[in-house]
């Protein structure tokens, strides 16, 4: 897998490419900024670009923006957003294009190496990655009547790795259970919510996440 | 109060700047508002005797209340516009004098605006508008146009119409005949002299209504001491929970990541010790350590966001919002209705929401929360209730006390209604520009 890294402190950026050079991942070029991520995109066409939200200049949400902007000029380049805070309003915008290929994730999940560069590929291969945080904000989102009552526990949990973008053997296997067991569970949360099923894991993450932003 | 006052000021050249003064623009915008003066008082004259006989003859029946309501508003309105018609035209600025309107019902608004003493004094210097035009208007038409008339006198003076004398013609007499050159000429220089006069009175003459004007449109003496007192006050306040805030952050970053960071070096220091010795305890320790970090590292980024959301600087109030009620123990409803505002707006009304949430669910024990932020013309409303055990006093709590603080700063204002057993409800008012 080919990655374009953007992240403006350096001793990040460094750490984040020896990381992924150790993890078998192939990085292709690293640059400081928005403009200069859509240039790398445009010049080495990769699989994938990890991207800082705040960057110079203007240190809001700069490589927010910059993301989006590659997702228009070369859609089939996987995103994966790095941030010093997860907020769901920041997914929702990234979301707003399909949940393929899409990645969100606090920064410090970096330090859990092995589960970020699962992460990384899972995104870099057309899946999904969505904070556990991020999952929670959704999740605590208020409705006026709420359907998610009706879950038990359980359902929450496995409702919860779903929207994080996780397949039916990772939720299994960090819940301790059989995949069978995840299948009834998914099903289950499916018929409660009145979601259709989906064919796919992207598929199903996309229609987890829509239900819940909504 | 300002009074941009251009003459008067010595300088170099003051008998020029004295001898100029009709030709400059001040003189003219306040020529042409004494002039409209008289227009524009004897209007109000006519509406407002029509609006207050009518009003209070009528007031048996509903109807009168409501034409005596009408008149009110209207001259409001239009001392509003006289404001900025005087300052537009007499370089005189007359700040707003009156009481916030609170955001509440009909009745209560119409209350405060009758009882504000401000649009007692609209209504009496819209009625002193007139008298005050007539002299004004007799005054510098006559100066004017006999300047102009003896200024010209060189144009015309060959012109004589049959029968009559060009010049000042007083009737079937006339006191002043102009038909030589020599007589057109001295008349001319007299009248040069008059416009100097002219422009000078009507200077005067704008200087007084400026002045009647900032004495009857403007605060009164009274309220510019309580407004400065105030003003006091909220910034010694201001300063004080600045002090407290960073003495809170800095106990936050002594008590939680830095006791992490120095954890975190010991477990490495002690695992590079036990590196050769002891290999799978050193395994044990990094990995306490990396724990250590991922800890240290959380707590900085609640410390970050409660200095200053990176979200509300992004996305705004209902963004921000919208994640502090997520992150709330206690559900949340929340309804924002209003845009992006002012950075002070918006992050003072973010930490009356923070706080007022973490009281809600920490001291009151409420089982559901509501936020709801609403802007009225240039107020903003922002209120959070709960249905908690309610009790709460905000001369005693230190958080609800550093809020009204925030708002003072802001020029907002603070209210807390929590009768025991509750509902609470924080009201915070402040103003965001319009």
Redesign the interface.
């Known amino acids: 897998m080919r990655v374009v890294i953007a992240e403006d402190s350096v001793l990040l950026r460094e750490g984040l490419a020896r990381l992924l050079a150790d993890g078998g991942v192939e990085v292709v070029a690293q640059v400081g900024d928005g403009p200069g991520l859509v240039a790398a995109v445009d010049a080495y066409r990769p699989d994938l670009a990890v991207v800082d939200v ?1 960057m110079p200049p203007s240190h ?2 700069e490589g927010l923006r910059a993301a989006l902007q590659v997702r228009e000029r070369v859609p089939a380049t996987a995103i994966l957003v790095l941030s ?2 997860v ?4 997914a929702t915008d990234l979301l707003a294009g399909g949940a393929l290929g899409v990645g969100y994730l606090l ?2 999940r970096v ?2 190496v092995g589960e970020f560069l699962a992460a990384v590929r899972r995104v870099g291969d057309g899946g999904a990655a969505i904070d556990p945080e991020v999952v ?3 999740l ?3 409705r006026r009547t709420d359907p998610l009552a009706s879950l038990s526990p359980r359902e929450l949990d496995v409702l919860s790795l779903m929207a994080e973008g996780r397949s039916n053997a990772a939720i299994a296997e960090r819940l301790v259970v059989t995949e069978g067991a995840v299948e009834k569970h998914i099903s289950s949360i499916f018929g409660k919510l009145g979601l259709p099923a989906a064919p796919s894991d992207h598929r199903r993450v996309l229609a987890v996440l829509t239900y819940l932003r909504t | 109060m300002t009074v941009e006052q251009a003459a008067g000021t010595a300088g170099g050249g003051g008998i020029w700047r004295v001898l100029a003064a009709p030709l400059q623009p001040r003189t003219w915008t306040a020529t042409i508002y004494l002039l409209v003066s008289l227009v524009v008082g004897l209007a109000w004259q006519i509406i407002l005797a029509t609006g207050l006989t009518l009003g209070t003859g009528l007031v048996v029946v509903w109807v009168g209340v409501f034409v005596l309501a009408l008149t009110l508003l209207a001259w409001r309105g239009g001392a509003r516009l006289e404001r900025r018609w005087v300052r537009a035209m007499l370089g005189v600025h007359v700040p707003d004098p009156y009481r916030p309107l609170p955001a509440g019902s009909l009745w209560q608004r119409a209350r405060v605006l009758a009882g504000d003493p401000a649009t007692w004094k609209d209504l009496a210097y819209l009625v002193l508008l007139f008298p005050l035009g007539l002299v004004w208007f007799v005054v510098t038409s006559f100066l004017w146009s006999v300047a102009l008339v003896l200024l010209t006198a060189p144009v015309w003076f060959w012109i004589p119409p049959a029968g009559q004398s060009p010049g000042f013609d007083n009737g079937q007499q006339a006191r002043l005949l102009i038909d030589t050159l020599p007589e057109a000429l001295v008349a001319a220089v007299a009248g040069a002299a008059l416009c100097v006069v002219a422009a000078w009175a009507v200077r005067g003459m704008a200087a007084v209504q400026g002045a009647v004007a900032l004495a009857l449109l403007g605060p009164s003496q009274h309220q510019l001491k309580a407004r400065v007192e105030a003003l006091e006050t909220s910034r010694d306040r201001a300063v004080d929970s600045a002090e407290a805030e960073r003495r809170r952050i800095e106990r936050d970053l002594h008590d939680g990541a830095q006791q992490r960071l120095v954890a975190l070096a010991m477990d490495l220091g002690m695992a590079r010790a036990k590196l050769e010795s002891d290999p799978a305890g050193a395994t044990a320790l990094v990995g306490e350590a990396h724990e250590e970090a991922k800890r240290a590292l959380a707590e900085l980024r609640d410390l970050a966001r409660g200095i200053h959301p990176a979200v509300l600087a992004d996305r705004g109030l209902d963004a921000a919002i919208s994640a502090l009620a997520a992150r709330s123990p206690v559900p949340v409803g929340v309804e924002v209705t209003t845009g992006r505002l002012p950075g002070p707006v918006e992050s003072t009304a973010y930490f009356v929401v923070a706080e007022a949430l973490t009281n809600a669910a920490k001291h009151a024990g409420a089982a559901e929360i509501g936020v709801r932020i609403s802007r009225h013309r240039d107020l903003l409303v922002v209120e959070v209730i709960d249905d908690g055990a309610g009790g709460a006093d905000p001369a005693r709590g230190s958080g609800l006390r550093g809020l009204a603080d925030r708002l003072a700063a802001v020029d907002g204002r603070l209210t807390v209604t929590s009768p025991p057993g509750g509902p609470t409800v924080v009201r915070a008012e402040l103003p965001c520009g319009s």
Do not use: I, S, V
């Not at chain 1, 907020?87 to 920041?90: C, H, L, V």
């Open positions: 705040r809001t949400d010093q805070y907020e769901e309003r920041y920064k410090d330090a859990d929670a904000q959704l605590g989102r208020r």
